[in-house]
T-cell receptor
């Protein structure tokens, strides 16, 4: 079972460059999320989606955009990368309707902005 | 807003030692509570959960009890192994219709042989 797949796994960007991180899930989950993980700060929510065609801002949305054109895919875009966006990015998905259901995570994308 | 606070790490233990990682939360209403584990180089995976007061979640020898009166969900294991070395995250899920998880800062556990 693939679960949640993130691409790419590693990337180095120069300041000002743009890129898109792709998240794909094969579990037919309605909810999808993008988090960033930084030392000592846990995981912070960037954006999330509760269904195809809908997105919303999380705790730290500035500098990022997202799209959910298909239910199984959730894209995270950086239009003009900054060194402060150096982080590990995790995508997660979850079934809708129950607050105790398990969230499934991808293996992460390690992004370095120089 | 809702928040989760975990004890500072890293925690270094010898094999077979007793483990406690403290977690407290602030939330409106009655959230579901989780412990996730992240092994080196991997994503997070669910370790255990509890959905209401006094529930005890357990898995792989780990346990945590949902304590509403102290707003806590401490993780315990009676005898840790080297393979338990990982980062542990406490999290809550609020009762909104977004399913968002709010995480603590994570606690790194290193178990030495």
């Amino acid at each position: 079972n693939a679960g949640v797949t993130q691409t790419p796994k590693f990337r180095v960007l120069k300041t000002g460059q743009s890129m898109t991180l792709l998240c794909a899930q094969d579990m037919n989950h309605e909810y999808m999320y993008w988090y960033r993980q930084d030392p000592g700060m846990g995981l912070r929510l960037i954006h999330y989606s509760v269904g195809e065609g809908t997105t919303a801002k999380g705790e730290v949305p500035d500098g990022y955009n997202v799209s959910r054109l298909k239910k199984q895919n959730f894209l995270l875009g950086l239009e003009s990368a900054a060194p402060s966006q150096t982080s590990v990015y995790f995508c997660a998905s979850r079934r809708a309707g129950e607050t105790h259901t398990e969230a499934f995570f991808g293996q992460g994308t390690r992004l370095t902005v120089v | 807003g809702d928040s989760v606070t975990q004890m500072e790490g890293p925690v270094t233990l010898s094999e077979e030692a007793f483990l406690t990682i403290n977690c407290t939360y602030t939330a409106t209403g009655y959230p579901s509570l989780f412990w996730y584990v992240q092994y080196p180089g991997e994503g997070l995976q669910l370790l255990l959960k509890a959905t209401k007061a006094d529930d005890k979640g357990s898995n792989k020898g780990f346990e945590a009890t949902y304590r509403k009166e102290t707003t806590s969900f401490h993780l315990e294991k009676g005898s840790v192994q080297v393979s338990d070395s990982a980062v542990y995250f406490c999290a809550l899920s609020d009762r909104s219709n977004t399913g968002k998880l709010i995480f603590g800062q994570g606690t790194t556990l290193q178990v030495k042989p």
